[in-house]
């Protein structure tokens, strides 16, 4: 309907972020793709504001991690992280946001480390000034228990912090949300795995040192 628009025109834009967004819940996400490429590469061409040029970049970052190009979605996270922050400074809610997707990406290739140290610089801003209530601010608490526990090198006290902060967050999900929320089923979830994991790396621990205990007994013998 709106092809033969100008390019700046309001309704052609609006067309195309509704197009965008149908393609997606259809699971069209090449296409998708291509309609958002299309879009940014518009806005750059007639100056938008560097807010929905980034706006747009965020999309098509979730665009690629639905098709699985997580290192695509990576590198356009990153972007608009740094775009938001020169924008708008590290505590804007945009920029926490971005924070918030940049991290995701960054746990998908499993970059922990990187995650992590996102998160907590990040998490107490998102406290503050969102307050603890907010649902960006329990998804950044959730994603960097989860960097905790699912890293390799990870150790008893950061399983301990994990499970702490998942206990956390999953209270406070049910109380704002409700427990039928599918956020707070999947935290629940979460905190179930991670208690699992804490009890066997306990348990890994007690039988360590009843080995201990026995080989000393046999020496003393």
Same mark, same amino acid.
């Given at each position: 309907?709106?092809v033969?628009?100008p390019e700046g025109?309001?309704?052609?834009c609006?067309?195309?972020?509704v197009?965008?967004?149908?393609?997606?819940?259809?699971?069209?996400?090449?296409?998708?793709?291509?309609v958002?490429?299309?879009e940014?590469?518009?806005?750059?061409?007639?100056?938008?504001t560097?807010y929905?040029?980034?706006?747009v970049?965020?999309?098509i970052a979730?665009?690629?991690? &639905?098709l699985? #190009?997580?290192e695509d979605?990576?590198r356009m &996270?990153?972007?608009?992280?740094?775009?938001f922050?020169?924008?708008r400074?590290?505590e804007?809610?945009?920029s926490?946001?971005a924070?918030?997707?940049?991290?995701?990406?960054l746990?998908k290739?499993? #970059?922990f480390?990187?995650?992590?140290?996102?998160?907590?610089k990040?998490?107490p801003?998102? #406290?503050?000034?969102?307050?603890?209530?907010?649902?960006l601010?329990?998804?950044?608490?959730?994603l960097?228990?989860l960097?905790?526990?699912?890293? =390799?090198?990870?150790?008893?006290? =950061?399983?301990?912090?994990?499970?702490?902060?998942?206990?956390?967050?999953? #209270?406070?999900a049910?109380?704002v949300?409700?427990?039928?929320?599918?956020q707070?089923?999947?935290?629940?979830?979460?905190?179930?795995k991670?208690?699992?994991?804490?009890?066997?790396?306990?348990?890994d621990?007690? &039988? &360590?040192v009843?080995e201990a205990?026995a080989?000393a007994?046999?020496?003393t013998?």
């Amino acid at each position: 309907t709106y092809v033969g628009r100008p390019e700046g025109d309001g309704p052609r834009c609006v067309a195309m972020s509704v197009l965008g967004s149908g393609l997606h819940d259809a699971g069209h996400y090449e296409d998708v793709l291509s309609v958002q490429e299309a879009e940014l590469a518009m806005k750059r061409r007639l100056g938008d504001t560097e807010y929905n040029i980034l706006a747009v970049q965020g999309n098509i970052a979730r665009t690629y991690i &639905s098709l699985g #190009r997580h290192e695509d979605a990576l590198r356009m &996270s990153r972007d608009m992280y740094s775009g938001f922050v020169k924008l708008r400074g590290e505590e804007h809610e945009g920029s926490l946001g971005a924070a918030c997707n940049y991290a995701s990406s960054l746990f998908k290739l499993e #970059r922990f480390d990187e995650a992590k140290s996102l998160m907590h610089k990040t998490i107490p801003a998102a #406290r503050r000034i969102l307050g603890e209530n907010n649902d960006l601010t329990l998804r950044m608490r959730w994603l960097y228990a989860l960097a905790l526990c699912r890293d =390799d090198d990870a150790t008893l006290d =950061d399983v301990h912090e994990a499970v702490e902060t998942l206990e956390e967050t999953e #209270r406070t999900a049910r109380r704002v949300l409700g427990g039928a929320h599918p956020q707070v089923v999947q935290v629940g979830l979460c905190l179930r795995k991670a208690r699992d994991a804490l009890a066997a790396r306990e348990g890994d621990g007690v &039988s &360590s040192v009843c080995e201990a205990v026995a080989a000393a007994n046999l020496r003393t013998a």
